[in-house]
């Protein structure tokens, strides 16, 4: 059974950084073609996109709001996907999700939400003033 699991949400104030963390079982990452993180803000409205790597690595995206103060990896060999996020904003409150695209015949990175097929429960993060 596949799972990917979201850690290292928290409370943190504006400024402070976190890193979370997606732990995959059941499944290796580099038989996805990409994995990425999205959130939903405490609005209820639909999650947005915030970033994602393909299987290489060698290519990502991010979202124009976080572009040069959030940085996704992914480590083979931990079977985990990260999400370092530095510089928070009051905005970046949200419950942020893990997700996974099959989809080798792509190409690209995706940023639609119906492109990713595998998803974890989330994890809530809390930024401050």
């Known amino acids: 059974q596949v799972q990917l699991v979201e850690s290292g949400g928290g409370s943190v104030q504006a400024g402070g950084s976190l890193r979370l963390s997606c732990a995959v079982s059941?499944?290796?990452?580099?038989?996805?073609?990409?994995m990425g993180w999205f959130r939903q803000p405490p609005s209820g409205s639909a999650p947005e996109f915030v970033a994602?790597?393909?299987?290489?690595?060698?290519?990502?995206e991010y979202t124009d709001t976080v572009k040069g103060r959030f940085t996704i990896s992914r480590d083979h060999a931990e079977n985990t996907v990260y999400l370092q996020m530095d510089s928070l904003k009051l905005e970046d409150t949200a419950v942020y999700y893990c997700?996974?695209?099959?989809?080798?015949?792509?190409?690209?990175?995706?940023?639609?939400?119906?492109?990713?097929?595998?998803w974890g429960q989330g994890t809530r993060v809390t930024v401050s003033s």
């Open positions: 997700a996974a695209d099959n989809d080798f015949s792509r190409g690209f990175v995706a940023r639609g939400e119906r492109s990713y097929v595998d």
């Open positions: 059941g499944r290796t990452l580099i038989s996805w073609y990409a």
């Open positions: 994602a790597v393909d299987w290489t690595g060698g290519k990502t």
